[in-house]
């Protein structure tokens, strides 16, 4: 692991590394966010994972998400990965916006080209937490996960798919069933095949209907007025209703933000709110 750079922020320090990943056969990088006390090693402190969006990269989150005097305040460290892996030599992995480079969709592909390499489920399930877990002073017995679009999917997945392994999940306008949306069918289609029955193991509506352990605290925000949501890409409604019929152990809070799009601003707006919810549930 090699450290890029590393910057001071309220009482703490952002640092960007790059490592080699067994996961995706490459180089991955990620942001972590440490606070003073786990600097010093004093303490070691709860890790909340952020999972950016389609076209996005590990920088998006700590440049404009507003999160940090948030977990600076409640000593929360912030790991926040890249989407994809980059420069795997695929090719037309640049050619489209909505697949391959910055759209890995946090599945483990099986199908040709993209089996080798897009394999972000694993890197952020395993691979990397295992190495923040070893390398920095955090608490993994009290980890969370979090992210926005496509990144919400991925947090939402995880969660389900690890039964108690997280605390708590939220998502900013999340695509929350990619089964029947665009914005799944396509990606799910290149990277896992035309046999429907392997999504529903990356189908966040599809999983809560199954889901089997502890009580999982969920919190979901989504903006009225976003572009994504009116032409059906997201289906937020989808997860509240299989999430009401199914009487699994689900605690959700979903709202509907009048007026916000599904830009930073909308996430900048209410990311407070989501550190305070991850915050109650680390503490427990």
Same mark, same amino acid.
């Given at each position: 692991?090699?450290? $890029?750079?590393?910057?001071?922020?309220?009482?703490?320090? *952002?640092?960007?590394?790059?490592?080699? /990943?067994?996961?995706?056969?490459?180089?991955?990088?990620?942001?972590?966010?440490?606070?003073? %006390?786990?600097?010093?090693?004093?303490?070691?402190?709860?890790?909340?994972?952020?999972?950016?969006?389609? +076209?996005?990269?590990?920088?998006?989150?700590?440049?404009?998400?507003?999160?940090?005097?948030?977990?600076?305040?409640?000593?929360?460290?912030? $790991?926040?990965?890249?989407?994809?892996?980059?420069?795997?030599?695929?090719?037309?992995?640049?050619?489209?916006?909505?697949?391959?480079?910055?759209?890995?969709?946090?599945?483990?592909?099986?199908?040709?080209?993209? &089996?080798?390499?897009?394999?972000?489920? /694993?890197? *952020?399930?395993?691979?990397?937490?295992?190495?923040?877990?070893?390398?920095?002073? %955090?608490?993994?017995?009290?980890?969370?996960?979090?992210?926005?679009?496509?990144?919400?999917?991925?947090?939402? $997945?995880?969660?389900?798919?690890?039964?108690?392994?997280?605390?708590? *999940?939220?998502?900013?306008?999340? @695509?929350?069933?990619?089964?029947?949306?665009?914005?799944?069918?396509?990606?799910? +289609? &290149?990277?896992?095949?035309?046999?429907?029955?392997?999504?529903?193991?990356?189908?966040?509506?599809?999983?809560?209907? %199954?889901?089997?352990?502890?009580?999982?605290?969920?919190?979901?925000?989504?903006?009225?007025?976003?572009?994504?949501?009116?032409?059906?890409?997201?289906?937020? /409604?989808?997860? $509240?209703?299989?999430?009401?019929?199914?009487?699994?152990? @689900?605690?959700?809070?979903?709202?509907?933000?009048?007026?916000?799009?599904?830009?930073?601003?909308? @996430?900048?707006?209410?990311?407070?709110?989501? @550190? %305070?919810?991850?915050?109650?549930?680390?503490?427990?």
């Amino acid at each position: 692991m090699e450290l $890029v750079s590393k910057q001071r922020s309220f009482k703490g320090e *952002v640092r960007k590394y790059t490592h080699h /990943s067994t996961a995706t056969k490459g180089k991955m990088t990620f942001n972590i966010y440490l606070p003073d %006390v786990a600097l010093t090693g004093k303490e070691r402190v709860p890790v909340l994972y952020y999972l950016s969006g389609l +076209t996005c990269n590990e920088d998006n989150m700590i440049t404009k998400g507003g999160a940090l005097p948030y977990l600076s305040d409640e000593r929360i460290a912030l $790991v926040a990965p890249d989407t994809s892996p980059r420069g795997a030599g695929i090719p037309g992995e640049d050619d489209d916006w909505e697949l391959g480079t910055g759209a890995g969709f946090y599945v483990d592909a099986t199908q040709d080209p993209w &089996a080798q390499n897009y394999n972000m489920y /694993s890197y *952020v399930q395993s691979e990397l937490q295992q190495l923040v877990a070893e390398s920095f002073a %955090v608490d993994a017995s009290r980890t969370s996960i979090f992210g926005h679009s496509m990144g919400g999917h991925g947090a939402l $997945v995880l969660a389900l798919r690890n039964s108690g392994h997280y605390k708590s *999940v939220s998502a900013f306008a999340p @695509i929350c069933h990619p089964s029947t949306s665009n914005w799944g069918r396509k990606q799910l +289609t &290149a990277y896992l095949g035309s046999d429907e029955s392997a999504w529903a193991a990356y189908d966040a509506t599809e999983l809560v209907k %199954v889901y089997d352990g502890p009580v999982l605290p969920v919190l979901v925000d989504q903006g009225d007025a976003d572009q994504f949501y009116s032409s059906k890409q997201l289906q937020p /409604s989808h997860f $509240v209703i299989a999430t009401e019929t199914s009487k699994r152990p @689900i605690q959700l809070d979903s709202r509907m933000q009048p007026g916000y799009d599904h830009s930073y601003f909308f @996430i900048q707006t209410f990311m407070k709110d989501h @550190i %305070v919810f991850h915050a109650r549930h680390l503490r427990m």
